[in-house]
């Protein structure tokens, strides 16, 4: 997409539409600005104000209130001035017109829209899938509906060796069922994880009592005489009880909205660097948009373009202003109570990497290492990762690590100083010419 740059004024009525985590982002940024719209309307499918989604594992497996998640309630959103419509989808976009409509016949007019609706899950094409008893993991009413279901059957299939797939497993193992987790790839976490770090979390997930098949082919659920799905058939025949069964594949961008409109859809809502969509008064953010190809699930490159977003609406003429850019992310999380850091390729090239890997078994700690040319390229770190922002920085500076290569992977501390002697004892450093 060509670069735009719109204009707007402070004065200008802006509508958001998505009250989750990107778009409630967006409201803060904005308040955080002097040169904020007098106007902003926010309006959420949901019924509850924005909350943390990230924290919807805790709450299922009963380790978190529920109203610990809420980011802010509806009485500090009257206390800015924002105008909260909660329980509203919009159904209509009247470009021409620059308005809105609601499922509740309300209408809207607008100056600029910003498009925060986020994703929904994605749901593969196996037969059965819309059975009772089928669930996805995406909200707090899905939350509350699992911990309900977990009251009441004993056995449960999540289909799924992702992220939220473990955390859904887990949280419902901890509820008292019997877990069997489906991944169609050779290892959990194919994206994050090498094999080796994969298996070293497959054992220490089956040691807590899940079920977990890799390489799982899922042919069909199955109902009982109720209707109700009661079993999962596997490809090699396995068939596996089932009194409730979790989708939890990835997710798909929500797009609906923007392709009624008439708004460029490709994946998701196409947006330039501004966050801007084909209509020049009409935004995208989050999970919903798509740039330069790329469509989103972490929060840090989301966190991005929330600050180039919020600086455009507020100061859409201002001179250097820099646009939303694609940057290298580490992934860090904490996957059931055990810590990972990864960035750069999962598997390394043949022939096109060195190697460099620790384990210990005793601790439960494992690194592995992919370098070029002395340069750093990628990570895995388990158990152990507090040395993964470390490495992340090296990698991003593109530093030539070959000074401190025998100290890599003793982390970071003593890795880095085997660089300042390094960098002390050459004969261009500033040390060395000021001696």
């Known amino acids: 997409m060509r670069q735009r740059h719109p204009a707007t004024a402070p004065s200008e ?3 958001i539409v998505g009250n989750g985590m990107a778009g409630h982002r967006l409201v803060e940024a904005l308040l955080a600005r002097p040169e904020r719209p007098a106007r902003i309307t926010v309006i959420g499918a949901e019924t509850t104000p924005a909350y943390n989604r990230i924290l919807l594992s805790p709450l299922l497996a009963g380790e978190m209130e529920r109203e610990a998640l809420t ?3 509806a009485a500090w959103y009257a206390e800015q001035g924002i105008e909260l419509v909660l329980g509203e989808r919009v159904e209509t976009i009247d470009r021409s017109a ?8 309300r209408e809207l007019d607008y100056d600029r829209l910003v498009l925060a609706t986020g994703s929904h899950p994605a749901r593969p094409p196996v037969p059965g899938l819309e059975l009772p008893g089928v669930h996805v993991f995406r909200d707090l009413n899905d939350a509350d509906a699992l911990a309900r279901a977990a009251e009441r059957g004993s056995n449960a299939v999540v289909i799924g060796g992702g992220l939220l797939g473990l ?3 887990e949280g419902l193992r901890k509820r008292g069922m019997q877990v069997s987790l489906l991944q169609r790839d050779d290892r959990l976490m194919n994206r994050q994880l090498d094999l080796t770090a994969a298996r070293l979390l497959e054992k220490e997930l089956r040691g807590r009592g899940l079920d977990i098949h890799t390489a799982a082919q899922l042919e069909r659920l199955e109902a009982d005489v109720d209707g109700q799905v009661c079993a999962a058939l596997l490809g090699d025949g396995t068939r596996l009880a089932a009194d409730c069964v979790v989708v939890a594949i990835g997710i798909v961008p929500n797009t609906a909205l923007a392709r009624s409109a008439g708004l460029e859809v490709n994946r998701g809502v196409v947006v330039d660097e501004w966050l801007t969509t084909s209509d020049p008064s009409i935004h995208a953010l989050g999970e919903c948009c798509e740039f330069e190809g790329q469509t ?3 929060v840090e490159p989301i966190w991005r373009q929330v600050e180039v977003l919020a600086e455009r609406l507020c100061r ?3 001179e250097g202003a820099q646009g939303y850019t694609e940057k290298p992310t580490a ?3 904490k996957v059931s109570g055990v810590s990972l850091y990864a960035f750069g390729p999962t ?3 043949p022939g096109g990497h060195e190697v460099l890997s620790y384990r210990d078994p005793q601790q439960g700690d494992y690194r592995r290492l992919l370098l070029r040319d002395g340069r750093l390229e990628g990570a895995v770190l388990y158990g152990d990762t507090a040395s993964g922002p470390w490495y992340f920085e090296q990698a991003l500076a593109g530093r030539d690590l070959t000074p401190c290569r025998p100290a890599l992977l003793l982390g970071a501390a003593d890795a880095q100083l085997l660089l300042d002697d390094a960098l002390n004892e050459s004969p261009q450093s500033p040390a060395k010419e000021a001696a």
Do not use: N
């Open 13 to 15: 009525h802006l509508v």
């Open 71 to 73: 980011l802010r309630d």
């Open 98 to 105: 620059r308005r809105l409509a609601t499922d509740a016949d």
């Open 167 to 169: 955390e859904a497993a």
């Open 296 to 298: 989103y699930g972490l």
């Open 316 to 318: 859409p003429d201002a």
């Open 331 to 333: 992934t860090k999380l």
């Open 347 to 349: 598997d390394p090239e």
